[in-house]
C-alpha cells in the first residue's frame, strides 16, 4: 500500500552542489508533479509530466530538471543549488484528465525537506 | 491568470467550536474546487471537492458549497475535533486545463485546543 514514495526525506546540501530527488508510484498514475512548499506561499508547481518521456514546465521551474523515464518514476534534478532552493518538496500523481478517469484528486507522497546553505 | 486566496491563519480554536475558512478564486469558466488537508508531517490529501455550481463537497463532518455569485469555497464544520488540527488548502482546476495542474492557495493553518 505504498502509494506515492519519495527520497530521501531529508537532505541539506551546499550552494552548488548537485542532487536528485526520486518519486515513485505504484498507482499506473499517468501524471506527475513536482510542487514546493513555502512558508505563506501554499504549493508552487515546478514541473509536471503528462506521461512516459514527456515533461513540461510549470509555474517556478528555473533551476530544476526533471526526467520520466519510467511511468512509475519522476525525478527531480537540481544541479546547482542555490539558498532559494531550501523547501519542501512534494511529489504527487493523478489519472489522465484527458482521458475522463480523474475525479480531480491528486494523491502525494509525504514530501522531502531540503535545506541548502 | 486564475488565482486561489484563503484566510490567512493561523486560525486557534477550542474543542466543539464552529469552523469557517474563507476560500475566494478568480477564473475563466467554470473551474473544479478542492479542499485539500496536510496533517502534521504528512503529504496532502483530498478533503472534499465540488464540481460545478452550487454543489456541495462534504467529507469528515466538512462542508464546502461551490459558489458562483460570489466565487467563493468557503469550508465550514460544526464542531471541530483536535484530530482536525492541520494545515488546509482551497485549490481549484481550471475548466480549460488538460495538464492537470491544481492551484493552490496558500493554506491555512488550524490549531485545535481541548
Known amino acids: 500500500n505504498a502509494g506515492v514514495t519519495q527520497t530521501p526525506k531529508f537532505r541539506v546540501l551546499k550552494t552548488g552542489q548537485s542532487m536528485t530527488l526520486l518519486c515513485a508510484q505504484d498507482?499506473?498514475?499517468?501524471?506527475m508533479y513536482w510542487y514546493r512548499q513555502d512558508p505563506g506561499m501554499g504549493l508552487r508547481l515546478i514541473h509536471y509530466s503528462v506521461g512516459e518521456g514527456t515533461t513540461a514546465k510549470g509555474e517556478v521551474p528555473d533551476g530544476y530538471n526533471v526526467s520520466r523515464l519510467k511511468k512509475q518514476n519522476f525525478l527531480l534534478g537540481l544541479e546547482s543549488a542555490a539558498p532559494s532552493q531550501t523547501s519542501v518538496y512534494f511529489c504527487a500523481s493523478s489519472y489522465s484528465w484527458v482521458k475522463g478517469q480523474n475525479t480531480g484528486e491528486l494523491f502525494f507522497g509525504e514530501g522531502s525537506r531540503l535545506t541548502v546553505l | 491568470g486564475d488565482s486561489v486566496t484563503q484566510m490567512e491563519g493561523p486560525v486557534t480554536l477550542s474543542e466543539e467550536a464552529f469552523l469557517t475558512i474563507n476560500c475566494t478564486y478568480t477564473a475563466t469558466g467554470y473551474p473544479s474546487l478542492f479542499w485539500y488537508v496536510q496533517y502534521p508531517g504528512e503529504g496532502l490529501q483530498l478533503l472534499l471537492k465540488a464540481t460545478k455550481a452550487d454543489d456541495k463537497g462534504s467529507n469528515k463532518g466538512f462542508e464546502a458549497t461551490y459558489r458562483k455569485e460570489t466565487t467563493s469555497f468557503h469550508l465550514e464544520k460544526g464542531s471541530v475535533q483536535v484530530s482536525d488540527s492541520a494545515v488546509y488548502f482551497c485549490?481549484?482546476?481550471?475548466?480549460?486545463?488538460?495538464?492537470?495542474?491544481?492551484?493552490f492557495g496558500q493554506g491555512t493553518e488550524l490549531s485545535v485546543k481541548p
Open positions: 498507482m499506473n498514475h499517468e501524471y
Open positions: 485549490a481549484l482546476h481550471p475548466f480549460y486545463n488538460q495538464g492537470g495542474k491544481l492551484i
